[in-house]
């Protein structure tokens, strides 16, 4: 073979050529003449590249879904639309690493260990873009968990994160059950608890600053955490879960009720409330909206 040719996809023809020979049959011998195309065999060979590689990509796909869920692929069902679309962006982002030659050397190499190479680039690429937004950070950011602490939290934000771990189950029951944000529930209760730590949230179990206006109250029902006034007695609760449930029913059954027609809207709400008197605090609402939007309570209200 002369430096000028290329090997040949056949052994006995040129590209654009025909290949001829005998076939036995009984009764006789025919002659068969096939016409074959050196591109369609690329193209073939090429898609059937392709079809390998989008198999490897559902593998993978399917291995780091479980490895970051712990839900097994086969109880999620994932809607077509959205599949496609990831294995479309999985083949763009790794298509570079394919390369089709009818040339010598680079076909044979390519022929013979292309598919266990491009595994093995997809593996290395996934795991280096595993932390740098790839293909497989589809699936990461859906289980982010905006609650746990991070390296740059500081006291007052574990505490915060604490207390939304402990009630955000409560928080989401209660929105499921009365309407109200689970966002808004939880930024007051933040704020009029300190996050669990005030003392009337410590002896009385009242994590919403709710008062008692009651005048016949029976022992066990307030205490007085002011003056000797009227208006500094506040409910006391057998548990922190009575209290949630107790601002639930004021919230629905009182003067806070139209509120409901802000839905999810938690910047309404917050206005609102202030409003409408919830608190004395002359920046209520931007207060609750800054620890809203701070950490992330708003996911709370998608779940």
């Excluded at 025919?30 to 073939?44: D, K, Q, R």
């Excluded at 955490?225 to 009575?242: I, L, N, T, V």
């Excluded at 601002?247 to 938690?266: A, C, E, F, Q, W």
């Amino acid at each position: 073979m002369t430096p000028n040719q290329q090997k040949s996809f056949f052994s006995d023809t040129s590209f654009g050529g025909q290949r001829s020979g005998f076939r036995t049959k009984k009764g006789g011998v025919t002659h068969a003449n096939h016409e074959l195309s050196a591109p369609g065999m690329v193209i073939v060979w090429a898609l059937r590249k392709v079809a390998r590689l989008i198999d490897k990509l559902i593998v993978l796909a399917k291995y780091q879904f479980y490895k970051h869920t712990a839900v097994a692929p086969s109880k999620v069902r994932l809607p077509w639309t959205k599949l496609i679309v990831v294995l479309a962006l999985g083949f763009m982002a790794f298509k570079e690493d394919l390369s089709f030659s009818v040339g010598m050397g680079k076909a044979a190499q390519t022929a013979k260990f292309g598919s266990a190479a491009v595994a093995e680039e997809v593996v290395l690429k996934e795991k280096k873009d595993e932390g740098e937004g790839g293909l497989f950070s589809i699936f990461s950011e859906e289980k982010k968990d905006y609650f746990a602490e991070g390296p740059g939290d500081n006291a007052k934000d574990k505490k915060i994160k604490a207390y939304v771990r402990r009630f955000k189950d409560v928080a989401i029951a209660e929105k499921e059950r009365y309407g109200i944000p689970a966002s808004i529930k939880m930024a007051q209760a933040i704020v009029e608890s300190n996050s669990g730590h005030s003392a009337l949230s410590r002896k009385n179990n009242n994590h919403f600053g709710i008062k008692c206006f009651s005048k016949t109250c029976k022992k066990g029902h307030c205490t007085n955490f002011g003056d000797d006034s009227h208006k500094d007695f506040f409910r006391k609760y057998g548990s922190a879960w009575e209290s949630w449930r107790a601002h639930s029913k004021m919230i629905v059954n009182g003067r806070y009720k139209p509120l409901l027609k802000h839905g999810n809207d938690y910047k309404k709400w917050a206005k609102g409330l202030k409003k409408l008197g919830y608190a004395t605090a002359k920046h209520y609402e931007q207060t609750l909206v800054g620890i809203i939007e701070k950490y992330h309570l708003h996911t709370l209200d998608e779940q």
